[in-house]
Protein backbone atom coordinates (compact mmCIF):
# COMPACT_ATOMS: atom_id res chain seq x y z
CA UNK A 1 0.00 0.00 0.00
CA UNK A 2 1.24 3.35 -0.99
CA UNK A 3 1.48 6.14 1.51
CA UNK A 4 -1.48 8.09 2.65
CA UNK A 5 -2.63 11.20 1.02
CA UNK A 6 -1.98 15.01 1.41
CA UNK A 7 -2.83 16.64 4.33
CA UNK A 8 -6.43 18.11 4.76
CA UNK A 9 -5.35 21.69 4.12
CA UNK A 10 -3.80 20.99 1.01
CA UNK A 11 -6.58 19.41 -0.22
CA UNK A 12 -9.00 21.81 0.26
CA UNK A 13 -6.63 24.04 -2.15
CA UNK A 14 -6.91 21.31 -4.43
CA UNK A 15 -10.62 20.98 -4.27
CA UNK A 16 -10.95 24.86 -4.78
CA UNK A 17 -8.65 24.41 -8.22
CA UNK A 18 -10.12 24.47 -11.27
CA UNK A 19 -9.98 21.30 -14.04
CA UNK A 20 -8.16 21.21 -17.04
CA UNK A 21 -7.92 18.30 -19.31
CA UNK A 22 -4.35 16.36 -19.55
CA UNK A 23 -2.58 15.87 -22.79
CA UNK A 24 -2.38 12.50 -24.71
CA UNK A 25 0.59 10.54 -25.09
CA UNK A 26 2.13 10.40 -28.50
CA UNK A 27 0.46 6.96 -28.92
CA UNK A 28 -3.04 8.16 -28.43
CA UNK A 29 -2.70 11.40 -30.03
CA UNK A 30 -5.70 11.77 -32.03
CA UNK A 31 -7.68 8.56 -30.66
CA UNK A 32 -11.56 9.06 -29.46
CA UNK A 33 -11.71 9.56 -25.66
CA UNK A 34 -10.19 10.78 -22.54
CA UNK A 35 -8.36 8.77 -21.51
CA UNK A 36 -5.33 6.34 -22.15
CA UNK A 37 -6.39 3.20 -19.95
CA UNK A 38 -9.61 1.03 -19.84
CA UNK A 39 -11.19 -0.52 -17.28
CA UNK A 40 -10.89 -3.94 -17.26
CA UNK A 41 -13.60 -6.20 -18.77
CA UNK A 42 -12.29 -9.78 -17.04
CA UNK A 43 -9.55 -10.69 -15.14
CA UNK A 44 -6.02 -9.66 -16.63
CA UNK A 45 -3.78 -11.70 -19.27
CA UNK A 46 -0.29 -12.97 -18.74
CA UNK A 47 1.68 -10.34 -17.30
CA UNK A 48 4.17 -9.43 -19.71
CA UNK A 49 7.12 -7.04 -19.30
CA UNK A 50 7.15 -3.28 -18.03
CA UNK A 51 8.63 -1.38 -20.92
CA UNK A 52 8.28 2.80 -20.35
CA UNK A 53 5.93 2.63 -23.10
CA UNK A 54 3.43 0.84 -19.97
CA UNK A 55 5.18 3.75 -17.65
CA UNK A 56 4.02 6.17 -19.92
CA UNK A 57 0.42 4.82 -20.01
CA UNK A 58 0.72 4.70 -16.85
CA UNK A 59 1.50 8.60 -16.34
CA UNK A 60 -1.09 9.70 -18.39
CA UNK A 61 -4.11 7.82 -17.14
CA UNK A 62 -3.02 9.10 -13.58
CA UNK A 63 -3.42 12.44 -15.18
CA UNK A 64 -6.25 11.60 -17.10
CA UNK A 65 -8.28 10.20 -14.71
CA UNK A 66 -7.04 10.45 -10.85
CA UNK A 67 -9.45 12.79 -9.01
CA UNK A 68 -6.62 15.09 -8.94
CA UNK A 69 -5.01 14.55 -11.97
CA UNK A 70 -6.20 17.35 -14.17
CA UNK A 71 -4.43 19.98 -11.40
CA UNK A 72 -1.48 17.61 -10.32
CA UNK A 73 2.26 19.17 -11.17
CA UNK A 74 3.34 15.97 -12.89
CA UNK A 75 7.12 17.01 -12.12
CA UNK A 76 6.40 15.52 -9.11
CA UNK A 77 5.64 12.17 -10.50
CA UNK A 78 8.05 12.15 -12.68
CA UNK A 79 10.55 12.91 -10.19
CA UNK A 80 10.01 10.29 -7.77
CA UNK A 81 10.08 8.13 -10.80
CA UNK A 82 13.76 9.29 -11.45
CA UNK A 83 14.54 9.06 -7.79
CA UNK A 84 13.84 5.61 -7.69
CA UNK A 85 15.76 4.45 -11.04
CA UNK A 86 18.70 6.26 -9.89
CA UNK A 87 18.79 4.42 -6.43
CA UNK A 88 17.74 0.82 -8.44
CA UNK A 89 20.87 1.26 -10.05
CA UNK A 90 23.55 2.39 -6.75
CA UNK A 91 21.99 -0.72 -5.55
CA UNK A 92 23.29 -2.59 -7.66
CA UNK A 93 26.30 -1.36 -8.32
CA UNK A 94 25.79 0.39 -11.47
CA UNK A 95 26.38 4.06 -12.55
CA UNK A 96 25.32 5.13 -15.80
CA UNK A 97 26.70 9.26 -17.16
CA UNK A 98 23.58 9.74 -18.28
CA UNK A 99 21.13 9.37 -15.37
CA UNK A 100 20.88 12.82 -15.07
CA UNK A 101 17.22 14.41 -14.52
CA UNK A 102 16.41 16.35 -17.66
CA UNK A 103 14.87 19.65 -17.07
CA UNK A 104 11.05 19.74 -16.87
CA UNK A 105 9.06 22.59 -17.38
CA UNK A 106 5.67 21.69 -16.36
CA UNK A 107 4.40 21.12 -20.06
CA UNK A 108 3.43 17.38 -18.96
CA UNK A 109 4.13 16.02 -22.82
CA UNK A 110 7.36 17.95 -23.60
CA UNK A 111 8.29 16.60 -20.00
CA UNK A 112 7.39 12.85 -20.55
CA UNK A 113 9.16 12.81 -23.95
CA UNK A 114 12.78 14.63 -21.87
CA UNK A 115 12.00 12.13 -19.46
CA UNK A 116 11.54 8.89 -21.77
CA UNK A 117 14.42 10.18 -23.73
CA UNK A 118 16.72 9.83 -20.84
CA UNK A 119 15.20 6.94 -19.39
CA UNK A 120 16.17 4.61 -22.89
CA UNK A 121 19.29 6.05 -22.39
CA UNK A 122 20.00 4.59 -19.04
CA UNK A 123 18.43 1.61 -19.74
CA UNK A 124 20.01 0.51 -22.99
CA UNK A 125 23.31 0.64 -20.98
CA UNK A 126 22.27 -2.15 -18.41
CA UNK A 127 19.50 -4.03 -20.51
CA UNK A 128 20.18 -7.06 -17.44
CA UNK A 129 18.27 -4.45 -15.01
CA UNK A 130 15.78 -3.27 -17.61
CA UNK A 131 12.69 -4.76 -15.61
CA UNK A 132 13.61 -3.65 -12.24
CA UNK A 133 14.17 -0.46 -13.00
CA UNK A 134 10.75 -0.11 -15.11
CA UNK A 135 9.18 -1.96 -12.17
CA UNK A 136 10.57 0.60 -9.48
CA UNK A 137 10.21 3.67 -11.69
CA UNK A 138 6.36 2.85 -12.32
CA UNK A 139 5.76 2.01 -8.18
CA UNK A 140 7.49 5.10 -7.07
CA UNK A 141 5.20 7.47 -9.65
CA UNK A 142 2.29 5.80 -8.29
CA UNK A 143 3.32 6.20 -4.49
CA UNK A 144 4.22 9.89 -5.66
CA UNK A 145 0.71 10.27 -5.01
CA UNK A 146 0.60 9.80 -1.33
CA UNK A 147 -2.80 8.00 -1.90
CA UNK A 148 -3.79 5.25 0.35
CA UNK A 149 -5.84 3.66 -2.37
CA UNK A 150 -3.37 4.31 -5.11
CA UNK A 151 -1.15 1.28 -5.89
CA UNK A 152 0.08 -1.16 -9.03
CA UNK A 153 -0.61 -4.26 -8.86
CA UNK A 154 2.14 -6.60 -10.38
CA UNK A 155 3.77 -9.60 -9.27
CA UNK A 156 1.72 -11.26 -7.45
CA UNK A 157 2.79 -14.32 -5.83
CA UNK A 158 1.22 -17.13 -4.20
CA UNK A 159 3.34 -19.93 -2.28
CA UNK A 160 3.19 -23.37 -4.32
CA UNK A 161 1.61 -25.22 -1.67
CA UNK A 162 -1.55 -22.71 -0.44
CA UNK A 163 -4.50 -24.26 0.18
CA UNK A 164 -7.72 -21.81 0.10
CA UNK A 165 -7.85 -20.14 3.94
CA UNK A 166 -4.29 -20.42 4.54
CA UNK A 167 -2.56 -17.41 5.93
CA UNK A 168 1.22 -16.39 4.90
CA UNK A 169 3.40 -14.86 7.42
CA UNK A 170 4.40 -15.15 10.94
CA UNK A 171 1.41 -16.39 12.79
CA UNK A 172 -0.13 -13.73 15.14
CA UNK A 173 -1.76 -10.58 14.56
CA UNK A 174 -0.90 -7.21 17.07
CA UNK A 175 -2.53 -4.36 18.15
CA UNK A 176 -1.42 -2.23 14.69
CA UNK A 177 -1.84 -4.09 12.21
CA UNK A 178 -0.31 -3.82 8.39
CA UNK A 179 -1.82 -1.21 6.77
CA UNK A 180 -1.59 1.42 9.41
CA UNK A 181 1.89 0.20 10.04
CA UNK A 182 2.65 0.62 6.32
CA UNK A 183 0.25 3.70 4.90
CA UNK A 184 -0.43 5.52 8.52
CA UNK A 185 2.10 4.82 11.13
CA UNK A 186 1.93 8.55 13.10
CA UNK A 187 -1.42 6.72 14.22
CA UNK A 188 -0.20 3.92 16.15
CA UNK A 189 -0.28 4.12 19.81
CA UNK A 190 2.40 1.79 21.84
CA UNK A 191 3.08 -0.78 23.21
CA UNK A 192 3.49 -2.92 20.61
CA UNK A 193 1.43 -6.34 21.87
CA UNK A 194 0.11 -9.41 20.71
CA UNK A 195 -3.75 -9.84 20.18
CA UNK A 196 -4.35 -12.99 18.37
CA UNK A 197 -2.29 -15.79 17.75
CA UNK A 198 -3.42 -17.59 14.36
CA UNK A 199 -0.79 -20.39 14.11
CA UNK A 200 2.39 -21.05 12.51
CA UNK A 201 5.39 -20.07 14.02
CA UNK A 202 3.29 -17.95 16.55
CA UNK A 203 1.76 -20.40 17.69
CA UNK A 204 5.17 -22.75 18.01
CA UNK A 205 7.36 -20.27 19.87
CA UNK A 206 4.48 -20.10 22.45
CA UNK A 207 3.20 -16.97 21.52
CA UNK A 208 0.21 -15.63 23.88
CA UNK A 209 -1.90 -12.28 23.51
CA UNK A 210 -0.88 -9.81 25.87
CA UNK A 211 2.81 -10.63 24.87
CA UNK A 212 4.93 -7.13 24.57
CA UNK A 213 7.27 -6.95 21.64
CA UNK A 214 9.93 -4.50 23.06
CA UNK A 215 11.62 -5.07 20.01
CA UNK A 216 11.95 -6.39 16.17
CA UNK A 217 15.31 -7.51 14.76
CA UNK A 218 16.93 -5.36 17.40
CA UNK A 219 14.64 -2.17 16.68
CA UNK A 220 12.38 -0.38 18.97
CA UNK A 221 8.80 -0.32 17.61
CA UNK A 222 8.62 3.14 18.98
CA UNK A 223 11.17 5.63 19.65
CA UNK A 224 9.58 8.87 22.12
CA UNK A 225 6.38 7.76 21.18
CA UNK A 226 6.58 7.44 17.37
CA UNK A 227 6.39 4.12 15.65
CA UNK A 228 9.48 2.86 13.55
CA UNK A 229 9.54 1.02 10.60
CA UNK A 230 10.10 -1.75 12.70
CA UNK A 231 6.69 -2.85 12.73
CA UNK A 232 6.17 -3.28 9.11
CA UNK A 233 8.60 -6.55 9.60
CA UNK A 234 5.42 -8.34 11.45
CA UNK A 235 3.68 -8.25 8.42
CA UNK A 236 5.93 -10.19 5.45
CA UNK A 237 3.84 -11.28 2.57
CA UNK A 238 5.27 -14.37 0.26
CA UNK A 239 7.86 -14.66 -1.19
CA UNK A 240 9.35 -12.62 1.66
CA UNK A 241 11.19 -15.50 4.38
CA UNK A 242 13.21 -13.52 6.23
CA UNK A 243 13.37 -14.34 9.88
CA UNK A 244 12.38 -12.05 12.26
CA UNK A 245 13.52 -11.94 15.57
CA UNK A 246 11.54 -10.68 18.48
CA UNK A 247 12.24 -9.80 22.00
CA UNK A 248 9.15 -9.66 24.05
CA UNK A 249 7.77 -9.02 27.81
CA UNK A 250 4.91 -11.03 29.36
CA UNK A 251 3.71 -9.01 32.01
CA UNK A 252 2.12 -11.24 34.20
CA UNK A 253 5.15 -13.06 34.69
CA UNK A 254 8.12 -10.82 34.02
CA UNK A 255 9.53 -13.18 31.67
CA UNK A 256 11.67 -11.22 29.09
CA UNK A 257 12.89 -13.74 26.14
CA UNK A 258 13.63 -13.72 22.60
CA UNK A 259 12.37 -15.98 20.02
CA UNK A 260 13.11 -15.82 15.72
CA UNK A 261 10.10 -16.70 13.81
CA UNK A 262 10.21 -17.51 10.44
CA UNK A 263 7.36 -16.90 8.22
CA UNK A 264 5.51 -19.81 6.10
CA UNK A 265 2.10 -21.07 5.51
CA UNK A 266 -0.15 -21.81 8.19
CA UNK A 267 -3.77 -22.82 8.96
CA UNK A 268 -6.21 -20.20 9.71
CA UNK A 269 -9.30 -21.07 11.95
CA UNK A 270 -12.14 -21.44 9.17
CA UNK A 271 -14.49 -19.97 11.56
CA UNK A 272 -12.14 -16.87 11.68
CA UNK A 273 -12.81 -16.64 8.10
CA UNK A 274 -16.43 -15.77 7.96
CA UNK A 275 -16.99 -12.26 6.70
CA UNK A 276 -20.00 -12.30 9.43
CA UNK A 277 -20.56 -14.01 12.32
CA UNK A 278 -23.17 -13.80 14.96
CA UNK A 279 -24.65 -14.94 18.37
CA UNK A 280 -26.45 -13.59 21.61
CA UNK A 281 -25.24 -11.70 24.22
CA UNK A 282 -26.89 -11.39 27.79
CA UNK A 283 -30.01 -12.53 26.06
CA UNK A 284 -31.60 -9.32 24.49
CA UNK A 285 -28.25 -7.66 22.40
CA UNK A 286 -27.66 -9.45 18.91
CA UNK A 287 -23.36 -9.21 18.36
CA UNK A 288 -22.58 -9.12 15.13
CA UNK A 289 -19.39 -9.54 13.67
CA UNK A 290 -18.46 -7.73 10.17
CA UNK A 291 -15.01 -8.21 8.88
CA UNK A 292 -15.64 -6.63 5.44
CA UNK A 293 -17.93 -5.07 3.50
CA UNK A 294 -18.01 -8.03 0.66
CA UNK A 295 -20.96 -8.32 -1.73
CA UNK A 296 -23.91 -8.91 0.43
CA UNK A 297 -22.47 -8.98 3.60
CA UNK A 298 -24.88 -6.10 4.37
CA UNK A 299 -27.91 -8.05 3.85
CA UNK A 300 -26.27 -11.05 5.66
CA UNK A 301 -26.39 -9.16 9.05
CA UNK A 302 -29.58 -8.25 8.46
CA UNK A 303 -30.30 -11.82 8.14
CA UNK A 304 -28.54 -12.54 11.42
CA UNK A 305 -30.14 -9.83 13.82
CA UNK A 306 -33.23 -11.38 12.30
CA UNK A 307 -33.10 -15.05 13.47
CA UNK A 308 -31.58 -13.68 16.52
CA UNK A 309 -34.53 -11.28 17.36
CA UNK A 310 -36.61 -14.41 16.30
CA UNK A 311 -38.93 -15.17 19.72
CA UNK A 312 -37.79 -12.48 21.78
CA UNK A 313 -37.20 -8.38 22.39
CA UNK A 314 -33.84 -7.28 21.40
CA UNK A 315 -32.37 -4.14 23.74
CA UNK A 316 -30.61 -3.31 20.47
CA UNK A 317 -27.79 -4.28 18.50
CA UNK A 318 -23.85 -4.23 18.21
CA UNK A 319 -22.15 -4.14 15.23
CA UNK A 320 -18.51 -4.94 15.77
CA UNK A 321 -16.12 -3.36 12.73
CA UNK A 322 -12.68 -3.81 14.57
CA UNK A 323 -10.18 -4.68 11.85
CA UNK A 324 -12.56 -4.34 9.05
CA UNK A 325 -10.67 -3.05 6.16
CA UNK A 326 -13.49 -2.06 3.97
CA UNK A 327 -14.94 -2.90 0.87
CA UNK A 328 -17.91 -1.91 -1.39
CA UNK A 329 -19.99 1.45 -0.30
CA UNK A 330 -22.75 0.08 -1.74
CA UNK A 331 -22.62 -2.68 1.26
CA UNK A 332 -21.80 -0.07 3.78
CA UNK A 333 -24.99 2.65 2.29
CA UNK A 334 -27.28 -0.55 2.22
CA UNK A 335 -26.36 -1.38 6.37
CA UNK A 336 -26.49 2.18 7.13
CA UNK A 337 -30.31 1.72 5.15
CA UNK A 338 -31.14 -0.32 7.62
CA UNK A 339 -30.97 2.47 10.61
CA UNK A 340 -32.30 5.63 8.98
CA UNK A 341 -33.88 6.93 5.73
CA UNK A 342 -33.85 9.41 3.71
CA UNK A 343 -30.15 11.01 4.52
CA UNK A 344 -26.68 11.35 3.07
CA UNK A 345 -24.31 9.32 4.34
CA UNK A 346 -21.35 10.52 2.10
CA UNK A 347 -19.93 13.18 -0.58
CA UNK A 348 -17.85 11.69 -3.55
CA UNK A 349 -15.88 14.93 -4.40
CA UNK A 350 -14.01 15.98 -7.88
CA UNK A 351 -11.26 18.82 -7.90
CA UNK A 352 -13.38 21.31 -8.60
CA UNK A 353 -14.85 21.19 -5.73
CA UNK A 354 -18.70 19.58 -7.46
CA UNK A 355 -20.00 16.14 -5.13
CA UNK A 356 -21.73 13.61 -5.90
CA UNK A 357 -24.32 12.87 -3.06
CA UNK A 358 -24.25 9.31 -1.38
CA UNK A 359 -28.06 8.86 -0.30
CA UNK A 360 -29.35 5.87 2.22
CA UNK A 361 -31.51 2.98 0.01
CA UNK A 362 -34.92 3.59 1.84
CA UNK A 363 -36.09 0.48 -0.25
CA UNK A 364 -34.15 -1.46 2.84
CA UNK A 365 -36.42 -1.93 6.46
CA UNK A 366 -35.67 -0.09 9.12
CA UNK A 367 -34.83 -2.61 11.78
CA UNK A 368 -35.87 0.15 14.60
CA UNK A 369 -32.98 -1.11 17.58
CA UNK A 370 -30.40 1.23 19.01
CA UNK A 371 -27.17 0.82 17.48
CA UNK A 372 -23.85 0.42 19.34
CA UNK A 373 -20.85 0.18 17.01
CA UNK A 374 -17.27 -1.25 17.85
CA UNK A 375 -14.52 0.54 16.05
CA UNK A 376 -10.20 0.57 15.88
CA UNK A 377 -7.10 1.34 13.48
CA UNK A 378 -7.75 -1.19 11.56
CA UNK A 379 -11.59 0.01 10.34
CA UNK A 380 -10.90 1.37 7.48
CA UNK A 381 -12.07 2.78 3.92
CA UNK A 382 -15.65 1.02 3.87
CA UNK A 383 -15.80 1.04 7.39
CA UNK A 384 -15.10 4.51 8.12
CA UNK A 385 -17.90 5.27 5.52
CA UNK A 386 -20.13 3.50 7.85
CA UNK A 387 -18.64 4.37 10.51
CA UNK A 388 -19.20 8.42 10.30
CA UNK A 389 -22.46 8.13 8.80
CA UNK A 390 -23.50 6.48 12.17
CA UNK A 391 -21.68 9.23 14.28
CA UNK A 392 -22.78 12.21 12.11
CA UNK A 393 -26.52 11.29 11.90
CA UNK A 394 -26.36 10.55 15.05
CA UNK A 395 -27.72 6.35 14.49
CA UNK A 396 -25.67 5.10 17.22
CA UNK A 397 -22.56 5.25 19.72
CA UNK A 398 -19.24 4.37 18.35
CA UNK A 399 -17.22 2.58 20.88
CA UNK A 400 -13.37 1.38 20.98
CA UNK A 401 -10.79 3.87 19.27
CA UNK A 402 -10.11 6.15 16.50
CA UNK A 403 -10.72 4.66 13.02
CA UNK A 404 -7.72 4.00 10.43
CA UNK A 405 -7.93 7.24 8.50
CA UNK A 406 -7.47 5.06 5.15
CA UNK A 407 -10.20 6.67 2.69
CA UNK A 408 -9.05 8.74 0.36
CA UNK A 409 -11.92 7.56 -1.91
CA UNK A 410 -13.58 4.46 -4.15
CA UNK A 411 -10.56 2.92 -6.35
CA UNK A 412 -11.22 2.10 -9.74
CA UNK A 413 -9.10 -0.27 -11.83
CA UNK A 414 -7.50 0.43 -14.90
CA UNK A 415 -5.91 -2.13 -16.87
CA UNK A 416 -2.45 -1.64 -18.38
CA UNK A 417 -0.82 -3.21 -21.65
CA UNK A 418 1.13 -5.00 -19.52
CA UNK A 419 -2.08 -7.19 -18.40
CA UNK A 420 -0.92 -5.10 -14.77
CA UNK A 421 -3.64 -3.01 -13.13
CA UNK A 422 -3.03 0.85 -11.93
CA UNK A 423 -6.13 1.55 -9.48
CA UNK A 424 -6.80 4.55 -7.86
CA UNK A 425 -9.97 7.07 -6.33
CA UNK A 426 -11.42 9.18 -9.75
CA UNK A 427 -13.17 11.12 -6.59
CA UNK A 428 -12.18 11.96 -2.87
CA UNK A 429 -14.70 10.70 -0.21
CA UNK A 430 -16.20 13.36 2.71
CA UNK A 431 -18.03 12.24 5.61
CA UNK A 432 -21.98 12.92 5.73
CA UNK A 433 -21.02 16.79 7.05
CA UNK A 434 -18.52 16.95 3.91
CA UNK A 435 -15.55 16.09 6.88
CA UNK A 436 -12.15 15.21 5.42
CA UNK A 437 -11.69 11.66 6.92
CA UNK A 438 -8.99 10.42 5.15
CA UNK A 439 -5.65 10.89 7.77
CA UNK A 440 -7.79 11.56 10.69
CA UNK A 441 -9.97 9.02 11.01
CA UNK A 442 -13.61 8.81 12.72
CA UNK A 443 -12.75 9.53 16.75
CA UNK A 444 -15.25 6.98 19.02
CA UNK A 445 -17.88 8.79 21.46
CA UNK A 446 -16.36 6.51 24.18
CA UNK A 447 -12.81 5.71 23.98
CA UNK A 448 -12.04 2.22 25.20
CA UNK A 449 -8.84 0.68 24.33
CA UNK A 450 -7.52 -2.78 24.50
CA UNK A 451 -4.39 -3.00 26.93
CA UNK A 452 -1.47 -5.82 26.84
CA UNK A 453 -3.34 -7.07 30.46
CA UNK A 454 -7.01 -7.19 28.68
CA UNK A 455 -6.02 -9.55 25.74
CA UNK A 456 -3.86 -11.73 28.29
CA UNK A 457 -7.03 -12.03 30.37
CA UNK A 458 -9.43 -12.49 27.63
CA UNK A 459 -11.45 -9.51 28.50
CA UNK A 460 -12.82 -7.14 25.66
CA UNK A 461 -13.59 -3.72 27.33
CA UNK A 462 -15.12 -2.27 24.58
CA UNK A 463 -17.89 -5.16 24.05
CA UNK A 464 -18.36 -4.72 27.80
CA UNK A 465 -19.05 -0.93 27.78
CA UNK A 466 -21.16 -1.58 24.55
CA UNK A 467 -23.47 -3.71 26.83
CA UNK A 468 -23.36 -1.61 29.51
CA UNK A 469 -24.57 0.97 27.27
CA UNK A 470 -27.31 -1.03 25.60
CA UNK A 471 -28.74 -2.02 28.73
CA UNK A 472 -28.18 1.58 30.52
Not at 310 to 327: I, K, Q
Not at 439 to 454: F, Q, S, Y
Amino acid sequence: MTAVRTAAAGLALLLAAACTAPAPPRAQAGTAGPTVCARPQGPPGVETATTVDVIEQAYFCILGNYYSGATLDARALLTAGFVALTQELNRNGREVPEATMPALTGDRKADWNAFETTYRKITDQVPDLRDALAAVTLEAIVAALDDNHARWTHGVERHPDHYDGDGYGLGFEANIDGAQADANPGTAVGPLFVTTVQGGAARAAGLRPGDIIESINGSAPFIDARATPAIAALYPRYPQARPVQLRLLRQSTGRRWTVTLKPGLFQRDLAGLQVVRSQLLDDDVAYVRMTGFAPDSANRVLKAVSRLRTGRTLSGVVLDVRGNGGGSPVEAIRLLSAFTHGKVTAHQCAVDGTCETMRTDDTVELLGLPLVVLTDRGCASACEHFSSAVKDLRLGRLVGTRTAGLISGPAQPYLLADNTLLSFPARHHLGPDREVIDRIGVPPDHHVPLTPADAAAGRDPALAKALALLHA
